[in-house]
């Protein structure tokens, strides 16, 4: 389980996140939707630790970020993947994928590697694994940058507008991937814009704004003309989004 | 005895090594950019054969030490029956050893403004020379301006080197003086803060020239 | 004319016994400026306190002060001021190490915050610790950026060392000096010591040409155009 609780966060007195209280039960995918610079990227990156909230509790299982430890521990159960790929450009996309498995869980480098071919392998990218990132498409780096997640063994996946920089035809690969995952009951946070993708693979969606949960929902409800006509705000963010 | 009052003695001479110091690398700056420029002139303009020429120069220049050059003309030029003080030695050698690094720099700046400029120029009916002299070079030294403060800053630093050709530079005022005082170390650590506030002094002034000379192209 | 006593064979082992001392100062220095402007960088890169800004102060009196000045200061300043002994080769290696020391440490930072802060960020969420992140992250990018730089910085170095003759070292220059004084021949002695500096530096781009071609065809760059076909 993820459990946040008043988590509160602000850069240079400029609230950002703004008490957010949310539970991730295994198992589930939860979808956080909101406009540009609502705070979902905080939200993820609170959960990996790479932002420390000013204040409030993140935990994960028994684990905390606020100590080295817990830390340690919940980075290694829970894998990011990020909308940039940020892969690791000097490394070949095989060893991207290998490279935490056995420096972190120590994990024998053989094992990893098949383990990694076996991963490229169920996304397609078999023949790619020793080329570098920068000879792949964007959908391919970030099939590769999910497996490179995946080859943690996480209990969960945070992701983080993964498919913002793909086009659609690339995206639909992505989309495909996360369904597979979802099938196999993946607990993951899934930030996006993209309400296709959030409806086609989350079982409840949260809408942040301006640092606080507006609402937190299950996603048939949140796609319902009554709940839409209840919640003008949220009509019109659906309205634009699909405008564009 | 104090430090400071075994130096008072010595202030106008360190004073006198300061002026001198100036004086040559103010005469060496100059002498460098007026070498540097032809130089990026030729290689950039001249074709090949002058290029290829240029590039040996400026090659040459760059890899061998000041001090070997400083020596070759200082022991040198008297053999030609040239007789010239430290002084213009040191403006000399300054001026055609840096004069390439300066080379290096304008050059860049030139292929930098060239392609589009030169279509528009021509097309006003200006003459290459005078498109070369109103236009290019005065662009590429706007785009040019913050490495050639850099070696500037660096001739000055290398100023002190002429002090081994007997110049009485602020090098060997110092020198002079830390063997009367015997207090080599106040008196080379002193200098040395001397020559670091000298040239962060250079440098800002580079910086503001650059930020003035390149404030239409603010983005 | 003054008596002239023309070139012998003890003065090409005279010559040789300069380029010994020029290389192998050269070869100290840089080994060990190298290493420490590296350890400099990385404490700058990581904001170590107090000791990371305080190099880093140093470093940039160093490269802002002539070489000459700090030789004076070490050779004959530091055993008049502190009662130590000090040799003048010893003397020489402490500046010159020092001074590629703090050109590098400048080298070395921006190389490394030339690496993507995204990439460690990355890492970290990996649980990766901080020593593989530089080793494995850091490291590797940060160097194919040092590396030119890196030349660029040897190279000088290489010519700086003719200054250790100064303060009595028998380097290259010094045996020039020895020589031009000994022959009057100023048009032999300076061309062929020039030509020696020349050929050093010469070999050290070469060197320096040779590695980053290698860097380039084993890593990703070798694949460089098309990340831009893609990007
Ligand atoms: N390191 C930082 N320093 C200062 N401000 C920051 C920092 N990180 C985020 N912010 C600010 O916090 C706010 C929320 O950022 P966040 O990245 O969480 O938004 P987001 O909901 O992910 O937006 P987007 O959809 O654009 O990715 C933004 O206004 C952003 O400018
Ligand atoms: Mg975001």
């Known amino acids: ?244 | ?219 | 004319m003054p008596t002239q006593e023309g070139f012998n064979h003890f003065d090409l082992m005279l010559w040789l016994a300069g380029l010994g001392v020029t290389l192998s100062v050269f070869l100290i220095s840089s080994v060990f400026g190298c290493l420490l402007g590296t350890l400099m960088a990385i404490g700058r890169y990581y904001q170590v306190a107090v000791i990371g800004p305080l190099l880093f102060a140093i470093g940039e009196v160093l490269r802002n002060s002539p070489v000459i000045v700090q030789l004076f200061l070490v050779y004959f300043g530091i055993p008049m001021f502190f009662g130590i002994r000090i040799t003048q080769f010893d003397a020489a290696i402490l500046v010159l190490t020092a001074n590629t020391a703090a050109f590098m440490s400048v080298v070395g930072l921006s190389a490394l915050e030339s690496v993507d802060r995204e990439q460690v960020l990355t890492a970290r969420s990996f649980a990766l610790d901080e020593m593989d992140i530089l080793r494995r992250i850091l490291a590797p990018q940060a160097l194919i950026v040092a590396l030119p730089l890196t030349i660029g910085v040897l190279v000088n170095q290489a010519q700086v060392t003719s200054l250790i003759s100064v303060i009595g070292v028998a380097d290259l220059t010094r045996v020039g000096h020895i020589l031009n004084q000994k022959t009057f021949e100023p048009f032999i002695v300076w061309p062929v010591i020039g030509a020696t500096y020349l050929v050093i530096s010469l070999a050290i781009s070469a060197l320096g040409k040779h590695l980053q071609k290698r860097v380039k065809m084993s890593g990703p760059l070798a694949n460089q155009k098309e990340t831009f076909a893609f990007d």
């Open chain 2, 1 to 219: 005895m104090s430090f400071l009052s075994d130096i008072g003695p010595f202030i106008p001479a360190l004073w006198d090594g300061f002026l001198t110091t100036a004086a040559v690398s103010a005469a060496s700056i100059l002498g460098s950019f007026v070498v540097g420029t032809a130089l990026a002139v030729v290689a950039t303009y001249g074709g090949r054969i002058a290029a290829m020429a240029a590039t040996i120069y400026i090659e040459a220049f760059r890899n061998i030490s000041f001090l070997v050059l400083i020596f070759f003309f200082y022991f040198g030029l008297p053999e030609l029956g040239i007789f010239i003080s430290a002084f213009w030695t040191g403006v000399l050698v300054l001026s055609l050893a840096v004069g390439a690094y300066v080379a290096d720099a304008i050059s860049a700046g030139l292929t930098n403004v060239q392609g589009g400029v030169k279509d528009a120029a021509t097309a006003f009916g200006l003459t290459t020379a005078q498109r070369i002299r109103l236009l290019e070079l005065p662009l590429a030294l706007r785009v040019s301006l913050r490495p050639l403060g850099s070696l500037f800053v660096n001739l000055i630093l290398t100023t002190s080197i002429l002090s081994t050709i007997t110049l009485n530079e602020l090098t060997n005022a110092a020198k002079i003086i830390a063997s009367t005082t015997f207090r080599p170390f106040e008196v080379y650590f002193l200098l040395l803060i001397l020559y670091s506030i000298l040239t962060y002094l250079c440098s800002v002034i580079v910086h503001r020239m650059h930020v003035r000379a390149n404030r239409f192209l603010a983005t």
């Open chain 1, 1 to 244: 389980m993820i459990k946040l609780t008043d988590v509160r966060k602000s850069y240079a007195g400029k609230v950002v996140l703004d008490g957010i209280d949310l539970a991730v039960q295994a198992g589930e995918v939860v979808s956080i939707l909101g406009g540009s610079g609502a705070g979902k990227s905080t939200i993820v990156n609170c959960i990996n630790g790479l932002v420390a909230p000013d204040s409030g509790s993140v935990l994960l299982d028994e684990f905390s970020v606020a100590n080295r430890k817990g830390l340690r521990e919940i980075r290694k159960k829970c894998a990011t993947v990020f909308q940039n790929f940020n892969l690791y450009p000097h490394l070949t996309n095989i060893e991207n994928i290998t490279l935490a498995p056995v420096r972190v869980l120590g994990v024998e480098p053989k094992n990893a590697l098949a383990d990694a071919h076996d991963l490229l392998h169920s996304v397609g990218l078999n023949e790619h694994a020793d080329k570098y990132p920068a000879q792949l498409s964007g959908g391919q780096k970030q099939r590769i940058g999910i497996c490179r997640a995946l080859a943690m063994s996480p209990d969960y996946l945070l992701l983080d507008e993964i498919t913002s920089s793909l086009d659609p035809e690339m995206t639909a690969e992505v989309v495909d991937v996360l369904k597979l995952l979802v099938d196999k009951g993946m607990t993951m946070i899934l930030v996006t814009h993209e309400l296709n993708v959030a409806r086609s693979i989350s079982s409840r969606i949260v809408f942040l704004e301006a640092g606080r949960i507006l609402v937190d929902v299950h996603r048939d409800v949140f796609f319902s003309d009554a709940f839409l006509d209840e919640n003008r705000r949220i009509k019109s963010f659906i309205a634009s989004a699909n405008g564009l």
